[in-house]
């Protein structure tokens, strides 16, 4: 039939043809960003700005809702690989996280360790103090001298100081195993140290020449207990003629055993002689008086000192003063000397369980 007008023939079209125009067109380049599905714009409105970028490249181009602007930073975010790795920011945001994190961590971890040190080092006082009452037990109730002297022999022999040839230094041979009191301490070279006193020397002779060793001894012990060889008469604070020494378990009834002081923690800029002056000038009724003689307190447990008691307790000592916490100086003996330190609460702490006037 002939006609002007269209006609159409339904049964020459067959349904494959139909589907296979529709998929030719829905994927065609001009209509590509129509293949995104309404299903992948689900949550495009919140999602990132890289997830955006990144579903738009899928389709070849950028959908309008991104807009100008984002088309730009869309080139930007997209002109890195993506091989399954980071963006450069990406990695700063995780750098930052674990810098953050670690501000935060490193003081709790340091406190940590600080307290385990203590606690540490309180075990040692104890082991220590121990040695030293079982060595008086058995030599009639009588104790070793604080430093020097042989008869009665000296808890410590020996001086140290941070020359690599001195032998006292690191050679636990030289003086540690000749002490009264290391039989009785199980040959256990550890408990005569504080944990966080780490000074060293350089050994200067062979076949150890050129190594960095720790220092043997960081303990010191009273020089109320035990005195010196001879008559102790260094200043009127540091004087047998008037403060008591205490030479026998006996005498010490005042104060107690669990008031005296028997060994400290010393400083490492201090730790020459292997024991520790207490100037007990101005005590009782005088604190103007108070002063630091010869030896100058540490502070290595956050601010505080580890002591051993003639009971055998040991406790850590935390300074209220400021001025007891004098700086310690590194790798060097400082020369003896006084530090006049008027009032100070904690000097008076310390002359209160050191000794009494006779």
């Known amino acids: ?3 002007n007008s269209l006609e159409i023939y339904p049964a020459s079209i067959s349904h494959d043809s139909v589907a296979a125009a529709r998929k030719s067109a829905a994927f065609s380049a001009p209509n590509a960003s129509r293949a995104l599905t309404r299903s992948r714009y689900i949550g495009l409105a919140s999602s990132s700005a890289v997830e955006k ?3 738009a490249l899928e389709g070849g181009s950028l959908p309008d809702s991104v807009g100008s602007q984002s088309r730009r930073r869309c080139r930007t975010l997209t002109s890195f690989s993506r091989d399954g790795g980071f963006t450069i920011i990406e990695l700063l945001v995780v750098i930052a996280i674990i810098a953050i994190l670690a501000g935060m961590l490193l003081p709790t971890l340091s406190k940590a360790k600080a307290k385990a040190q203590g606690i540490q080092c309180l075990s040692n006082h104890k082991q220590l103090t121990l040695a030293w009452l079982l060595y008086a037990g058995d030599s009639g109730d009588k ?15 020996g001086m140290q100081d941070f020359n690599g040839g001195n032998r006292s230094n690191w050679d636990i041979n030289e003086d540690l195993t000749k002490s009264p009191l290391w039989p009785y301490a199980g040959n ?6 504080c944990p966080a006193e780490q000074s060293s020397v350089v050994l200067t002779s062979e076949p150890y020449k050129g190594q ?6 960081s303990m010191a012990m009273s020089v109320w207990i035990g005195g010196l060889d001879g008559l102790f008469d260094v200043a009127p604070g540091l004087s047998e003629r008037i403060w008591r020494v205490y030479r026998n378990l006996n005498d010490m009834t005042d104060p107690g055993p669990a008031g005296l002081i028997v060994f400290s923690d010393q400083r490492e800029d201090e730790n020459g002689w292997p024991n520790q002056f207490i100037d007990m000038d101005g005590y009782p009724n005088d604190p ?3 002063k630091f003689s010869y030896d100058l307190v540490p502070f290595y447990h956050g601010g505080a000192t580890s002591y051993s008691f003639a009971d055998g307790h040991s406790e850590l000592k935390h300074w209220t003063d400021p001025r007891t916490k004098v700086p310690v100086k590194k ?6 000397r006084v530090v006049p330190s008027p009032n100070n609460r904690d000097i008076v702490w310390l002359q209160e369980r050191a000794t009494r006037r006779k």
């Not at 104790?143 to 022999?157: D, E, K, Q």
């Not at 960095?212 to 001894?217: A, E, P, Y």
Request: proline share 7%; net charge positive; aromatic share 8%.
């Open 1 to 3: 039939m002939t006609s």
């Open 143 to 157: 104790i070793p001298l604080s430093a020097g002297g042989t008869n009665p022999p000296a808890w410590f022999s």
């Open 212 to 217: 960095r060793v720790r220092r043997v001894r």
């Open 331 to 336: 790798n060097v003996i400082q020369s003896l």
């Open 53 to 55: 970028c990144g579903l």
């Open 288 to 290: 103007k008086q108070t």
């Open 188 to 193: 256990a070279h550890g408990i005569f140290q």
